[in-house]
């Protein structure tokens, strides 16, 4: 066609402009090519033509969006169907393109196997792993009422939520997808655990070389994990119940606190003190006669936790004056050698000997 341009001084030369047919749309691939029945995917329109394009369809449905990318790519997201295939087709002021097929898959509803771990404290914050079936496009993750705080759809099978704070107790662990909410079963259970309580710690002190049988009591003991005595676990131990522990001191020295961990966290801590052994360095008098009554003073260190004093083998009333020295009265006997020795908090001292004089004439 000649195109001209006409003035009232006359009208000009022509050049020539041609009209070009626009092209049908053409599509050639769509992926993926399946998705669920409440819609929301993704795909990617390959082909022709495409420029200018004013519709997207997914049989007689409007895509919910599209976004043409070039003349030769759209992406467009699909809307809600019922299952089964549909033809996906591309509409421009030239005509609509031939048609590709996307197939709807109705969406199974979600199952879980397993929570792991199926416990932790009430205040949230546990990192679990969910496994089960049909977590694909999973929107919620729920523990009881409460939503996850966060969740992780890892695959198909697995999917990693943080549990959010609870009450102690059981609490029913769900996954929602388009498929609907999984049904509880006695797999899909997290259990709160509130946090652990001591209350005493008897006896609070024992020997640096250990194995003191130590009582715990508190409250939500069970399930202990651990029992420490500062950084380091006890040589054993039994939950005896809810509120009682026995655990066996590890060797030591100083102070130390005992703390019980459980899966409702790390109880307050209580003291426990190791205590020296203790050493006997002097006797006076070192003997007396075969009847009791002699006072005898013993000297040494680390004696003021002595809970008893034997001659021999048997036990002699006594009285601690300091950290270094205890009165005795020797009990009856018969004549010879005995060894006196103290036993502490701290274990029992090496022995001196204590000799008995038979009286003149006996």
Do not use: E, H
């Amino acid at each position: 066609m000649a195109v001209t341009v006409i003035s009232p001084s006359g009208t000009s030369n022509a050049v020539t402009f041609t009209y070009v047919a626009a092209a049908v749309p053409v599509v050639t691939a769509v992926a993926p090519n399946n998705g669920p029945t409440s819609g929301g995917t993704s795909v990617t329109i390959t082909g022709t033509g495409f420029t200018g394009a004013t519709a997207v369809r997914f049989a007689d449905l409007p895509a919910a969006s599209f976004t043409v990318n070039s003349a030769t790519q759209i992406t467009a997201v699909t809307p809600a169907d019922s299952a089964g295939p549909v033809a996906v087709t591309v509409i421009s002021p030239s005509g609509t393109s031939n048609a590709v097929t996307f197939t709807y898959v109705a969406a199974a509803v979600p199952v879980v196997t397993a929570v792991a771990p199926n416990n932790g404290p009430t205040s949230g914050g546990t990192s679990v792993t969910i496994t089960g079936t049909g977590f694909t496009g999973a929107t919620a993750v729920r523990f009881a009422d409460l939503p996850a705080a966060s969740f992780t759809v890892n695959s198909a099978t697995q999917i990693t939520a943080v549990t959010p704070s609870g009450n102690p107790g059981g609490a029913a662990v769900t996954v929602t997808t388009p498929g609907g909410t999984s049904v509880v079963s006695a797999t899909s259970y997290f259990f709160y655990a509130a946090p652990p309580v001591l209350t005493d710690a008897s006896p609070a002190q024992g020997p640096t070389s250990g194995g003191t049988v130590v009582t715990l009591t508190g409250s939500s003991l069970l399930n202990a994990s651990a029992v420490r005595f500062g950084v380091t676990n006890a040589t054993s131990f039994t939950v005896v119940s809810s509120t009682q522990i026995t655990a066996t001191a590890p060797p030591g020295t100083g102070s130390t606190q005992i703390t019980v961990v459980t899966p409702g966290g790390t109880s307050n801590p209580l003291p426990f003190a190791y205590i020296p052994a203790p050493t006997l360095t002097g006797l006076a008098p070192v003997s007396g006669p075969t009847s009791a009554g002699t006072v005898v003073t013993l000297t040494g260190t680390n004696l003021a936790t002595a809970t008893k004093v034997t001659f021999g083998a048997t036990l002699a009333a006594f009285t601690v004056v300091s950290d270094t020295q205890i009165t005795a009265t020797a009990p009856a006997g018969a004549a010879g050698p005995v060894s006196v020795s103290v036993t502490t908090a701290g274990g029992p001292s090496a022995g001196l000997i204590y000799t008995r004089v038979a009286a003149p004439g006996i």
